[in-house]
């Protein structure tokens, strides 16, 4: 395989490319679908190919295959190539990638119980078990639906590029989707949908605890289904849960933060963004509580890489630092841009993406309070702890989240259930608004969507439950 | 490429599948990226995608692998077979159907200009930028995006066809100062006037958001006029709510219809028409070798039909509607039917309202209820009298798909072959308008 990886290199350097990579990219998935413990279906996929990139006269061209011979990696070079030159008529800016020290190196992430070793017996039972312990918790309402996918993938990767770098990995995942739909014939339908993702074997899925996280989830589902309340209509102390602040970090502070959405590149499709170049190091749009961190370098989550697809070593970036914008997401070729060294954020989803920038693991750093001294001092307020949906504009400024499980807080206890909560507000608000922070640094795992074919990879949100300073509630659907 | 497949179909039966379907697409596939009015990469595929439907003792595997290695496929069977004896019935399985063998591939789904376009796309990416510009954009972004794609279907009871087809997509969003407008074709071919109207309508939508004065709104309902692109958006969450599955499944906010019912505003017609040779969906027969057909899902604002495959039509005692999907059947050509409105006529008719050039990021808050909410992006045009009066920036439509369906007021006489980003079934569609819609905002 690296003899053609090298040969599609050569090759493409000999039309006049300046710059060529060749990644060899392949996954291995299988997958379990049930509804109510009942099976809907089951697949297993293969994707293997290689993706080529080039830079002819400036401009960057992307071609793959899944045919991997060397009759085949020719043509895909040949297709780059005559497609960078084709569309380099009206270049107005050349590509030119950041000199980079690059790795050469095989890493391998082990599964401590191997998917292979699981047997399919198990892993159905897991659904039956699932929809079993999901149904013994309904007292008053119906399980309208209770949709359960499992799905397990290994991804192997060879990345060789003209400028010397050579990385294997192999990296094995696995991730669950849970969605619960609960009826009541007053009361009306709560939904909730509930993502697991880690790198490892199946010992992550273990470890999530599934069966109980669940169980518990649809008790408190029917118990908001059954006694929410309206959220108060004037500003009252709010505290988001980890759910809740993970997801604000991954859309208004990831995303926004990625140099090339900075430049305009994604502009007709994930949109632009409210930060500009010359924010870095002077821009406050938050408090010293606001520092978010994205770190690909975290073992086992679901966002785990060590080498980005351009070969850079991957390290924790510092997107924001007690409130001050400090770093964007960089791959080699907007690293150039700014003048700084690539961050290693350069990832694709398989051999058919081209590499762009991404987030790995996104996360506000924790504070130092327990959550009870969190709310201890608050004498009405709102916890919403988990969201059910959400959206944000296309610069990543202003945004709404509907809440899923909710509190009244009263005197510093949580009270009653809330129902429906929406919570809208700008990047700037949130940041600035932040009075504490628990100590639990908590993850959920993701599929990120961006790029053109859409490409989804795999990120884990997080961080820890935030007070915020008051702020006006809405209700779905009013 | 059908005997081969064929022969595969053969070897996977006797390996011991009861049945056995193919889907093999050989694809080729050439997309030019622009950003800042001029290219951010070119992009090409070249690949080969098979599906296999397997079942034994009414359990059910989908395989999908990205290989030309047939070989591959029967070094694998083994592990599929053993996969397959560890399964249980699937509650939602179905014999597949007779097929219908004598069924004619479409042959005008082809289109040169698409495989000239795939020949040498950076022509084309000029003509975009450069009538951006002229239009007075001062900067584009988009994407110009075609393919050839060859579709076999061979199944165990003896259906073996192929067809050929193209598609050419083309969308831009083009900025005037702070403001930007938004358009997007698709469609098996395409007319270099296609592209130009694609950078006309946006940076017309651009240059009014930019001229008109940026005003605040109250959050509140609305009467609203819709562009074909958020409609295009709808119609996709729309479509999915019409699927057999979705009904069987409850994840569809029509679970609780029936057909019959009504649903929408008697002015909406819904149609699938899968014979269109200038739309990119087309195909003479579905994934389980049945001839497809015209299927009107909604008419007058009556359920006509949900979307099936023989899985869903079989649980719900109805006949397929030749839409398979193995597992989950999807639409292929969707039109609404036009109204009598011209686009001028339509923001006069409203006299006050907003009117919403591109939407992204519609989330459900309750699949069930269909409630959901979206964030507008590009123009939001401010009506007052007939005529713009402003123009305003992040609001969403928070409101539910039954209740828009059941609150349109009025529809557009010209339809549009649109697509981008976050459109991806091949629709053709009016302007429309709403009354009664929620908007928000941040305070």
């Not at chain 1, 413990?37 to 400036?58: K, N, Y």
């Not at chain 2, 050419?168 to 270099?192: I, K, L, M, N």
Request: net charge neutral; with cysteine.
């Amino acid at each position: 395989m690296i003899d053609l990886l090298q040969y599609a290199v050569d090759y493409a350097r000999s039309l006049g490319a300046s710059y060529a990579e060749a990644r060899y990219h392949s996954h291995k998935s299988f997958g379990i679908t049930s509804r109510n413990g009942l099976l809907v279906s089951s697949g297993s996929s293969i994707s293997r190919g290689v993706g080529v990139r080039v830079v002819v006269e400036g401009s960057l061209g992307f071609a793959s295959t899944n045919k991997i011979d060397r009759e085949s990696l020719k043509n895909t070079v040949e297709k780059a190539v005559n497609i960078a030159r084709s569309s380099s008529k009206i270049l107005k800016v050349k590509i030119l990638f950041s000199r980079e020290r690059l790795g050469r190196a095989r890493y391998n992430v082990p599964q401590r119980k191997s998917f292979e070793n699981i047997s399919l017996e198990e892993k159905i039972s897991l659904h039956k078990d699932l929809a079993k312990r999901v149904a013994e918790k309904i007292r008053e309402s119906k399980l309208a639906t209770l949709v359960f996918s499992y799905n397990e993938d290994v991804e192997e990767k060879i990345i060789l590029n003209s400028d010397g770098a050579y990385v294997e990995s192999q990296i094995p995942r696995v991730s669950g989707f849970v969605n619960i739909v609960l009826a009541h014939p007053q009361r009306g339908t709560i939904q909730k949908s509930e993502s697991i993702g880690a790198v490892g074997g199946y010992e992550k899925i273990e470890e999530e605890d599934l069966l109980n996280k669940m169980s518990s989830l649809t008790e408190t589902m029917e118990k908001i289904l059954l006694k929410g309340k309206e959220p108060p209509k004037d500003p009252v102390d709010i505290v988001l849960g980890s759910e809740v602040v993970g997801l604000v970090m991954h859309e208004s502070i990831g995303h926004p933060f990625e140099a090339d959405r900075i430049l305009g590149r994604e502009a007709a499709q994930a949109g632009e963004s409210y930060a500009r170049p010359d924010m870095l190091g002077s821009e406050r749009i938050g408090n010293r509580y606001a520092t978010v961190i994205d770190d690909p370098t975290i073992p086992g989550s679901y966002g785990f890489y060590l080498y980005d697809e351009e070969g850079v070593a991957a390290r924790p970036k510092y997107l924001l630092r007690e409130g001050v914008v400090n770093e964007f997401l960089h791959n080699r070729a907007t690293a150039t841009l700014f003048n700084v060294s690539s961050n290693g954020s350069s990832r694709a989803m398989d051999y058919r993406s081209e590499p762009i920038i991404r987030m790995s693991n996104t996360y506000l750093q924790p504070g130092d309070r327990s959550f009870e001294e969190l709310i201890e001092d608050i004498r009405y307020g709102v916890y919403i702890k988990s969201y059910m949906e959400w959206n944000i504009d296309d610069t990543r400024w202003g945004q709404r989240y509907g809440g899923l499980e909710a509190y009244e807080i009263i005197n510093g206890e949580l009270r009653d259930f809330i129902r429906n909560p929406v919570i809208e507000f700008t990047t700037k608000q949130f940041f600035s608004n932040i009075i504490a922070k628990s100590k639990d640094l908590r993850f959920y795992a993701g599929t990120c969507g961006k790029g053109e074919p859409s490409q989804g990879v795999p990120v884990w949100l997080g961080g820890p439950d935030v007070r915020l300073s008051k702020m006006r509630l809405g209700v779905i659907g009013l | 490429m059908t005997h081969v497949l064929s022969d595969l179909v053969k070897r996977l039966s006797s390996a011991g599948f009861d049945e056995v379907i193919i889907s093999m697409e050989y694809v080729d596939r050439t997309m030019v990226k622009i950003a800042n009015s001029q290219p951010s990469v070119a992009q090409s595929w070249s690949e080969v995608l098979i599906d296999l439907y397997l079942t034994k003792d009414k359990k059910i595997l989908v395989t999908s692998m990205t290989t030309s290695d047939l070989d591959e496929i029967l070094r694998e069977t083994p592990r599929l077979l053993e996969q397959i004896n560890s399964l249980e019935p699937s509650f939602i399985y179905a014999k597949i159907p007779e097929p219908d063998r004598e069924v004619s591939p479409l042959t005008n789904l082809v289109k040169n200009s698409t495989m000239k376009f795939m020949e040498d796309p950076g022509i084309y990416a000029e003509i975009l930028v450069n009538k951006a510009h002229e239009e007075g954009g001062e900067r584009v972004a988009g994407a110009l995006d075609g393919y050839f794609k060859r579709r076999c279907i061979a199944t165990s009871n003896g259906f073996e066809k192929c067809e050929d087809s193209t598609g050419f997509t083309v969308y831009a969003r083009v900025f005037v100062r702070d403001s930007s407008g938004h358009w997007g074709y698709g469609g098996s071919g395409f007319d270099p006037r296609d592209i130009e109207e694609v950078a006309t309508k946006a940076a017309y939508y651009a240059k009014e958001a930019s001229r008109a004065k940026s005003i605040n709104i109250d959050p509140g309902r609305y009467n609203v006029i819709l562009t074909p692109l958020v409609l295009g958006n709808f119609i996709d969450y729309i479509s999915m709510a019409l699927s057999g599955l979705g009904k069987i499944l409850g994840t569809s906010f029509f679970a609780k219809n029936n057909p019959g019912d009504q649903i929408a505003n008697e002015m909406f017609t819904l149609k699938d028409l899968p014979h269109r040779d200038d739309m990119m969906s087309s195909t003479a027969f579905d994934d389980e070798g049945l001839a497809t057909r015209d299927n009107i899902l909604i008419e007058r604002g009556v359920l006509k039909s949900f979307i099936h495959n023989t899985k869903t039509a079989t649980i719900l005692e109805t006949r397929s509607t030749a839409n398979a999907g193995w597992i989950m059947p999807r639409p292929w050509n969707l039109r609404v039917e036009p109204g009598d409105f011209d686009e001028e006529e339509l923001v006069r008719e409203m006299r006050r309202g907003l009117l919403i050039n591109n939407n992204w990021y519609t989330r459900y808050q309750n699949v069930v209820e269909g409630q959901f909410s979206t964030v507008t992006r590009d123009a939001v045009l401010v009506i007052e009298n007939g005529e713009v009066a402003g123009s305003v920036k992040r609001v969403r439509i928070a409101d539910s798909f039954p209740s828009l369906l059941r609150n349109i007021r009025g529809l557009g006489k010209r339809l549009y072959k649109t697509r981008w980003w976050e459109i991806r079934r091949s629709v053709e569609l009016p302007y429309i308008m709403i009354e009664n819609v929620n908007i928000t905002k941040p305070e």
